[in-house]
């Protein structure tokens, strides 16, 4: 049985910073890539970024260098920390694990950027 929940999300201005966490319950947490997600309202999901066991992160092109993926294989956490976010960011964020157990997804956490 996996169980994600995320936490972190919330309201934040034009510009501000969040940074999101996904607790996982999971055997073999450190060898699986896990990821983040968001969907737009009548959207489907998309990758924002996925991380490997070793720490190597792949990113939606253009998100990378405001959100930076990160993972705590002791703790069994993966982290999303989100700069210079706008309202065009705003949906719902998902964490995910992706492979070789998955996919398994959280409950998802909103994120809201005022402008």
């Known amino acids: 049985q996996v169980q994600l929940v995320e936490s972190g999300g919330g309201l934040v201005q034009t510009g501000g910073s969040l940074r999101l966490s996904c607790a996982a319950s999971?055997?073999?947490?450190?060898?699986?890539?896990m990821g983040w997600y968001r969907q737009f309202p009548g959207a489907e999901r998309e990758m924002v970024a996925h991380?490997?066991?070793?720490?190597?992160?792949y990113y939606k092109p253009a998100l990378k260098g405001r959100f930076t993926i990160s993972r705590d294989n002791a703790e069994k956490k993966i982290y999303l920390n989100m700069t210079s976010l706008q309202p065009e960011d705003t949906a719902v964020y998902y964490c995910?694990?992706?492979?070789?157990?998955?996919?398994?997804w959280g409950q998802g956490i909103q994120v809201t950027v005022s402008s």
């Open positions: 995910k694990a992706v492979r070789p157990l998955g996919p398994y």
């Open positions: 999971m055997n073999h947490f450190s060898t699986n890539t």
């Open positions: 991380v490997i066991g070793s720490g190597q992160a």
